[in-house]
């Protein structure tokens, strides 16, 4: 029996975030019934310390009180202590701990030695730099820094969601020469019908209309382009709206934006906050004229892959991350002035033959590169290499 062990996401059939995803479907669609799978769940609830187990998944709840930015490096730590035990408690061999982000940091390159006497395989996933990330002061992201540095040190192999990403990785910890590998994210091709009831309701609620608008989805972090990406379309000339699917509640950031850009007195540009209905989101994606996306730090980003998979014509920001993912299946534009703006008036003179094309090529790409199906036989032989089959 091959047994993996996952620490990182807040757990198995969890609806948070890209990892959350990521581990649901990794498992979902992993056929091999000689691999079991145990994720540690981050549980705010210090009464349930339970063991739950769910579609054969066994899912410690692991107790940590909210405790801001810190409360998922608490999560990690007493994951990781928490499975230390089990391990040797239930004589598990065969065993690989992937470690979802490099949170752990220096301890963990004291806990590692213990954990490689066992046996255990130790996989780390970095997912994108979070030393880049704008919202984090100075000294934290220095801690990220060397929180990132120990971990793949003290890793026997580092899985890397971008190609961009590996190349890093490669080149900045050339010394420790750790083997490293590329596997994506995955998304789902879907067959969605038109608008339902529910997403007319949604969409007569903030009066948004089919082809009348263009999207964004995702947080509401500056590393994002949010202030970027309004500046230029305020200035267009479209007379389409940019919708916002973003939590923006009590978000100092926001108001920040408000001030330097003056959005609200633009009727075109619409908060919707969070939309966590997945089948308005589709909907929402499929039915506008193009989806902006402008993620500048990370890997392979999830709201990328799922724009691809359903809207036809998308538009990047030029980072490295989303030429890799996007190739000539979508339009970009940089940080420069009139850049964003320029490819929106030209989206605006698209006829429905333009606009049909980027939707046929970007589905393509998710073909060729990013289904579950490619991304799980991947993890497949990753884990037959580093376990006994």
Same mark, same amino acid.
């Given at each position: ?61 692991? $107790? ?111 010394? +420790? ?10 998304? +789902? ?24 608008? +263009? ?10 382009? $949010? ?26 950031? $926001? ?39 402008g993620h500048s730090a990370g890997g392979t980003n999830p709201s990328l ?64 590169? +990013? ?8 993890y497949k032989k990753l884990f037959d290499k580093?376990?006994?089959?």
């Amino acid at each position: 029996m091959k047994n993996i062990i996952i620490i990182g996401s807040r757990g198995y059939e969890k609806s948070y975030g890209g990892w959350e995803t990521f581990v649901t479907n990794l498992i979902n669609n992993y056929d091999d019934k000689n691999t079991k799978f145990y994720v540690a769940e981050l549980n705010h609830n210090k009464k349930n310390r339970n063991i739950e187990v769910r579609n054969g998944v066994t899912c410690p709840q692991i $107790y940590v009180p909210k405790q801001g930015f810190v409360t998922m490096f608490t999560f990690v730590v007493k994951a990781v202590l928490y499975f230390k035990k089990y391990i040797k408690k239930e004589k598990l061999d065969n065993v690989v701990m992937y470690i979802l982000g490099c949170r752990v940091g220096p301890l963990f390159s004291i806990i590692h030695r213990s954990l490689t006497k066992m046996g255990v395989k130790i996989v780390i996933n970095p997912d994108g730099l979070e030393w880049k990330r704008e919202k984090w002061a100075w000294w934290i992201k220095q801690c990220f820094k060397i929180s990132e540095r120990t971990m793949i040190k003290s890793s026997d192999y580092v899985v890397c969601d971008s190609k961009a990403i590996e190349n890093y990785v490669k080149n900045k910890y050339k010394k +420790y020469n750790k083997p490293t590998t590329f596997i994506a994210y995955g998304a +789902y091709l879907k067959d969605i019908k038109d608008i339902d009831k529910k997403t007319k309701v949604f969409m007569d609620k903030y009066d948004i209309k089919k082809r009348e608008y +263009y999207l964004i989805v995702g947080r509401f972090v500056p590393e994002n382009n $949010y202030e970027l990406i309004i500046r230029e379309f305020m200035k267009s000339n479209t007379d389409k709206d940019l919708v916002i699917v973003s939590n923006v509640e009590k978000n100092k950031f $926001y108001d920040k934006l408000r001030e330097k850009t003056g959005f609200e007195k633009d009727k075109r540009i619409k908060f919707v906050g969070p939309v966590y209905d997945q089948e308005i989101l589709v909907r929402l994606r499929k039915n506008a004229k193009g989806y902006i996306h402008g993620h500048s730090a990370g890997g392979t980003n999830p709201s990328l892959l799922e724009a691809l998979s359903i809207t036809d014509v998308n538009i990047l920001y030029n980072a490295v991350y989303n030429e890799e993912v996007g190739e000539d299946a979508a339009i970009y534009f940089s940080n420069e002035e009139g850049s964003l703006c320029k490819q929106i008036e030209k989206i605006e003179k698209f006829k429905s033959k333009e606009q049909t094309e980027y939707g046929k090529k970007a589905k393509q790409r998710i073909i060729d590169e +990013y289904t579950w199906k490619i991304v799980v036989t991947k993890y497949k032989k990753l884990f037959d290499k580093l376990l006994k089959k």
